[in-house]
């Protein structure tokens, strides 16, 4: 069973950056549509970003411009790089994967994704 490890987060200030990594093992990366999703307390788990296996992207209307999801295939992993973060970016962030859906991938439904990683926490504040 795939399992999903993200690392990188910390606590920034506002306008820093932090780049994020979903790692896995014993899975190649590459066969999954990957999800990056962000939940703060109190509320409903969000959509952030997601890259297909023909590596096209999609964000979430928040983060456009800030927000770079990547892969990187010699290292298996799939990267979220984030510049200037807000507070409101503060959430604990999790990686998704989804296999069997070659050039597709959801950043709004958090119900695509079979495997989760535990999470990231990312804290924006001064």
């Known amino acids: 069973q795939l399992q999903l490890v993200e690392s990188g987060g910390g606590l920034v200030q506002p306008g820093g950056s932090l780049r994020l990594s979903c790692a896995a093992s014993?899975?190649?990366?590459?066969?999954?549509?990957i999800g990056w999703f962000r939940q703060a307390p109190g509320k409903e788990r969000e959509g952030v970003s997601c890259i297909s296996t023909s590596d096209s992207t999609h964000y979430a209307d928040s983060v456009k411009g800030r927000f770079t999801i990547s892969r990187d295939a010699a290292k298996n992993t799939v990267s979220l790089q984030m510049n200037s973060l807000k507070p409101e970016d503060t959430a604990i962030y999790y990686c998704?994967?989804?296999?069997?859906?070659?050039?597709?991938?959801?950043?709004?439904?958090?119900?695509?994704?079979?495997?989760w990683g535990q999470g990231a926490q990312v804290t924006v504040s001064s």
């Open positions: 998704a994967a989804r296999s069997g859906f070659p050039g597709y991938c959801s950043a709004d439904a958090p119900a695509f994704y079979e495997y």
């Open positions: 014993r899975f190649t990366l590459d066969d999954y549509s």
